[in-house]
């Protein structure tokens, strides 16, 4: 792509980082690109804190293509998990990073994606979130001019006390996939009762052989937690690879697959 005039020009609600000469009949909106972004402080059942956050964003004009980086402080917030809508279109994709996100979404479709953070550190008021978006506009080649470039810039802070986002007691039997995953050298699993009941959690390797018992007795309705540290039942380091955990409910069974690195 060319960028063929030297100037700059300023459109109103966004930052024009280089734009060619615009033909009369191309109306710019304002902004190129809408962006909703908000999100809430939760707690689970365990009082682990966590953030959960929603974002839409929706080209306005044909033609365009983005890039959203949404940006995080990583000595805060740990990406736990995100999902697009269920309409999401297929040419949209997600780069993840460290401390960011690298989104790129379809050219005249609205993007819907949800995330949810771990909150490692909280005191009434948690850093914020950022997102940088840049917008480009194909203009009319006839005019010799190819492109215009725009950047908005959103911010979100959440602040407040984290509500409670479970009931009192599950209704259903609930195995959570493990965190974190893959791992080394260990990890966490929890799980829902919606009863008093005999609990089995054992993990098998990929041939389906038992490696060991990580939690095995009687449980009461509610939530719990296993950890498994990464050994056989001889407490001896068990090799890198794909293994299951399943947990077996008096006649209910759930099983998750994870994935140990070394």
């Not at 929603?54 to 990583?74: E, G, N, Y």
């Not at 810039?153 to 602040?159: A, G, M, R, T, Y």
């Not at 937690?225 to 077996?248: C, D």
């Amino acid at each position: 792509l060319c960028f063929n005039s030297p100037g700059l020009s300023q459109v109103p609600g966004s930052e024009t980082l280089y734009s060619g000469d615009k033909p009369a009949e191309m109306a710019i909106p304002n902004p190129v690109i809408d962006i909703d972004f908000n999100g809430d402080l939760l707690t689970d059942q365990f009082g682990n804190r966590e953030a959960h956050l929603s974002l839409r964003a929706m080209p306005l004009i044909p033609q365009s293509f983005h890039t959203l980086r949404l940006k995080w402080d990583p000595t805060c917030y740990t990406l736990n998990r995100y999902s697009l809508g269920a309409k999401a279109s297929p040419e949209i994709e997600i780069v993840e990073g460290f401390n960011e996100l690298v989104i790129y979404p379809a050219s005249d479709e609205p993007l819907d994606l949800s995330l949810t953070f771990i909150v490692n550190s909280f005191e009434g008021i948690c850093p914020g979130f950022h997102i940088d978006a840049l917008s480009g506009i194909i203009g009319d080649q006839k005019s010799n001019n190819t492109i215009n470039l725009f950047t908005m810039h959103k911010d979100l802070v959440l602040s407040g006390e984290p509500q409670r986002i479970y009931s009192a007691l599950p209704t259903q039997l609930q195995l959570s996939q493990n965190q974190p995953n893959p791992f080394n050298p260990s990890t966490g699993v929890e799980y829902a009762l919606p009863c008093d009941c005999a609990v089995e959690i054992s993990v098998y390797d990929i041939l389906g052989e038992k490696v060991c018992d990580i939690e095995k007795g009687s449980k009461t309705a509610g939530y719990h937690q296993a950890f498994w540290a990464g050994r056989n039942s001889l407490n001896e380091p068990v090799s890198s690879g794909i293994y299951f955990i399943k947990l077996t409910a008096g006649e209910e069974v759930r099983v998750i697959k994870t994935q140990l690195i070394k």
